[in-house]
């Protein structure tokens, strides 16, 4: 079965950082761009963060400079560390294989004090 799985989320106070963690079976992981996105209350899905299997990395600007996205091929992993967290990146986020459009159940991330 082909799937992706989050995890990671919790509560975190504003300036805290978490690390989001999204496993990929090895089928998906191979020669795919794996994305992260953000669902705000009330909100759409926005994209936060992808990385491509050649390390391309894209990053929305109300990220840059905070979080990193990286891969560890071994695990099948793509990490999502969050730091400088702000009230405003509370949310799901959500693990993306953009190969078979493959959502996983997303995680919760809340910043407050």
């Known amino acids: 079965q082909v799937q992706v799985v989050e995890s990671g989320g919790g509560l975190v106070q504003p300036g805290g950082s978490l690390r989001l963690s999204c496993r990929a079976t090895?089928?998906?992981?191979?020669?795919?761009?794996i994305e992260w996105y953000r669902q705000a209350p009330g909100n759409q899905r926005k994209l936060v963060a992808s990385?491509?299997?050649?390390?391309?990395?894209y990053y929305a600007d109300s990220v840059k400079g905070r979080f990193t996205i990286s891969g560890d091929n071994a695990k099948s992993t793509v990490y999502l560390q969050m730091n400088r967290l702000k009230p405003e990146d509370t949310g799901l986020y959500y693990c993306?294989?953009?190969?078979?459009?493959?959502w996983g159940r997303g995680t919760l991330v809340t910043v407050s004090s």
């Open positions: 090895r089928t998906l992981f191979n020669k795919n761009t």
């Open positions: 990385i491509s299997i050649s390390g391309d990395t």
């Open positions: 993306r294989s953009q190969r078979g459009d493959v």
